[in-house]
Nanobody, 119 residues
Framework: QVQLVESGGGLVQPGNSLRLSCAASGPSLNHYSFGWFRQAEGKEREGVSCISASDRRTYYADSVKGRFTISRDNAKNTVYLQMNSLKPEDTAVYYC????????????WGQGTQVTVSS
């Protein structure tokens, strides 16, 4: 069982930055890829960014490319999402996700952290 706890959300003015953290606990975390999703009010959950387990390849949604950076610190079992040049449309609940694909698929979600970008 993997547990994920997000932190770092809050209220920020447009153009400013926030860094989200996802603290993971559980077995074999190095075998998991991690991702960030977000869900704005009244909208479906969408993928924002992810980082692979082994070679740390990264993926970004077009809407955040060049502004957000995902990273992982395996020693601390923590995944980060650095968000720069924030826009009002980035307002959403941000969720951390962990996935391991093998003979079985393991799939876990955090509880979410609210990010509000407003002047």
């Amino acid at each position: 069982q993997v547990q994920l706890v997000e932190s770092g959300g809050g209220l920020v003015q447009p153009g400013n930055s926030l860094r989200l953290s996802c603290a993971a606990s559980g077995p074999s975390l190095n075998h998991y890829s991690f991702g960030w999703f977000r869900q704005a009010e009244g909208k479906e959950r969408e993928g924002v960014s992810c980082i692979s387990a082994s070679d740390r390849r990264t993926y970004y949604a077009d809407s955040v490319k060049g502004r957000f950076t995902i990273s992982r610190d395996n020693a601390k079992n923590t995944v980060y999402l650095q968000m720069n040049s924030l826009k009002p449309e980035d307002t959403a609940v941000y969720y951390c996700h962990a996935k391991r694909v093998g003979p079985l698929i393991y799939d876990y979600w955090g509880q979410g952290t609210q990010v509000t970008v407003s002047s």
